[in-house]
Structure formats: C-alpha cells, structure tokens
C-alpha cells in the first residue's frame, strides 16, 4: 500500500500547479481522499478533501476556497489537486492522506482522521 505526491516545484505568484496523488496496492475510489498541507513552523493544515468516487462531497479550506480543486481520475487510481492563483503562503510541503473505510471526510481538517499518509512534495511560491 503505498501513496506517492508528485507535481509540487517553484512557481511565482499568480501562477498554477498541478499535484497528483497516485496509489499502489488499493483502490483510491473507495476512499476518502484529503491534502493537507505543512509550512515551517507551522501545524498541518486541511487543504481539501473528496469523500469517495460515488459520494461526491468535497470540502475545501477556506484559505483555498475559489482557487484549488480536488478531482478524481478512477482509471489512472490518482487524485488530483489544482492549485491556481498561488500566494507565497501557500508555500509548504503538500501530503496526500486517506481516511479508514466508510469516513467519507468526517473531521477532514483533523490529521488524526486519516490513517495513511504518503511522502509529500514540495511547493514554493515565490518572486
């Protein structure tokens, strides 16, 4: 079982990235899916989540409301996170994280709410 955060990078204000969250050894649709996010000095904040593949909730932090997305793509096991309009305080390394079974994103902005957390990757937003 294993989860893998790709696509994080430098990239100025205003600009866009594009995470991926690709699993091994399960099935990510039956899952509830989260990103949170954690700065230097700084405790793990919730960054969005989607509660499965056929419970479509999706709840979003209201420092990223408007501007990230939270999408699916069954066929590939991935979840992606679209990150637009970024500000330098967005900068943080970006983890990738599921729930125990049947969850569905309850308590999604607490860490101890999910169960398995990959490696993250890195996103500086920076001039």
């Known amino acids: 079982v294993q989860l893998q955060a790709s696509g994080g990078g430098l990239v100025q204000p205003g600009g866009s990235l594009r995470l991926s969250c690709a699993a091994s050894?399960?099935?990510?649709?039956?899952?509830?899916i989260g990103w949170f996010r954690q700065a230097p000095g700084k405790e793990r904040e919730g960054v969005a989540c989607?509660?499965?593949?056929?419970?479509?909730?999706?709840f979003y932090g209201d420092s990223v409301k408007g501007r990230f997305t939270i999408s699916r793509d069954n066929a590939k096991n991935t979840v992606y996170l679209q990150m637009n309009s970024l500000k330098p305080e967005d900068t943080a390394v970006y983890y990738c994280?599921?729930?125990?079974?049947?969850?569905?994103?309850?308590?999604?902005?607490?860490?101890?709410?999910?169960?398995?957390w990959g490696q993250g990757t890195q996103v500086t937003v920076s001039s």
């Open positions: 050894g399960f099935t990510l649709g039956h899952y509830a």
């Open positions: 989607s509660a499965s593949s056929w419970k479509r909730d999706i």
């Open positions: 994280v599921t729930q125990p079974p049947d969850y569905f994103c309850s308590g999604w902005t607490s860490p101890s709410n999910f169960g398995f």
